[in-house]
Structure formats: structure tokens, C-alpha cells
């Protein structure tokens, strides 16, 4: 999936960032519930934002996995106050790192995920290898 790959840069990262909270936020209004494929696209956004950092796209995989399992399993092992307290810190969490996403500046140089992004917004992730060029 070219999504999940290449990089991208702190402009391009925020635009996707804002577009997935604001329609988060609006179906929560409309509808009464927040919209789940929001958390997918900032999944999908930050594995390119990690490439840019020089990380796997695997340490948003893994907070995805655990935010899922506190989300399904810890409402059948903890009481509601604590499943609340732990919801309310997963969020926070949640947020911190995605700033800390936004707010890093991305390696100058070209890493193993491909060459540095372009200037600006870009919505094509910049990709090593020939595939670049089409």
C-alpha cells in the first residue's frame, strides 16, 4: 500500500491531522457518535510521518493495537470509573504523541524510507527507488 509508504512532511501531516479531527468532531455533533475510520486516517498518516523521522511505521502500529485492546477488553476487566480514568489518559496520550508527530522536524537527509518530502504541502509521499519518478 504506497500510503504506508515514503514520507512526509509537517504541513502536509497537520492538514491530514485537522481534516480527520474536524470530521471527527462534526459526526460527533450530526450524528451522536464520533466516526471510527478518523482514528484510521491518522493511523495511515502517521506511519509516513515516522518514516520522515527516521522511525517504523510499526511504533503507530503498536499504540493502535493497544488503544483497540483498552477500548474492546477493558470495559470487561476494569469497573466503569476505571475504564473512564484510563479512556480519559489513552485520549491524552493519544494527542500528545500526535503533536509530537507534528512537531518534530523530519530528517534532512534521505533515511531507509526514501528522500527527504518537498517544501510545503504534498500529498504524495516521497518515495526512494524508481517508483519516485512515476
Known sequence: MQLLKGRINRATYWI???VAIAAALISGVVFKRPMPAAQVVLLIAAVPRLHDLGRSGWWAGGFFIAETALIF???FVLSPQPYQSALGVAVLLLAGLLACLGALPGKAAD???GPPPPKGLSFKPALAGPKAEA
Open 73 to 75: 477488553g477493558g470495559g
Open 16 to 18: 491530514i491531522v485537522g
Open 111 to 113: 533515511n531507509r524510507f
